[in-house]
């Protein structure tokens, strides 16, 4: 069972970064899909980036691409979202996911590993 615990999360005002990070364990095999995402009340879930852990092929939302970084650690197991130039419409819960995946992410595929979420607020 994948398990994932995400962190550093806070309120930043517009311009101003952070950085997310998702410690993640109990995993059979270091072969994952990860992702943030983000979620504003009311509204659907929306992806923000994934990487594979297996190469580090990358892919971004439009809405973020060129300020947000998605990388990996994977000798500490950790990943991360380095969130640069925020703006007022990406305050959202971010929550990390996961799932078992040989080579590649893969677009449409369900994230069956779930974090609690952390709350990013960004004011004018």
């Known amino acids: 069972q994948v398990q994932l615990v995400e962190s550093g999360g806070g309120s930043v005002q517009a311009g101003g970064s952070l950085r997310l990070t998702c410690a993640a364990s109990g995993y059979a095999y270091p072969t994952l899909c990860m992702g943030w995402f983000r979620q504003v009340p009311g509204k659907e879930r929306e992806k923000v980036a994934t990487?594979?852990?297996?190469?580090?092929?990358?892919d971004y939302a439009d809405s973020v691409q060129g300020r947000f970084t998605i990388s990996q650690d994977n000798a500490k197991n950790t990943l991360y979202l380095q969130m640069n130039s925020l703006k007022p419409e990406d305050t959202a819960m971010y929550y990390c996911a996961a799932y078992y995946s040989v080579g590649r992410c893969i677009r449409g595929r369900e994230f069956p590993y779930w974090g609690q979420g952390t709350q990013v607020t960004v004011s004018s």
């Open positions: 990487i594979h852990t297996d190469g580090g092929r990358t």
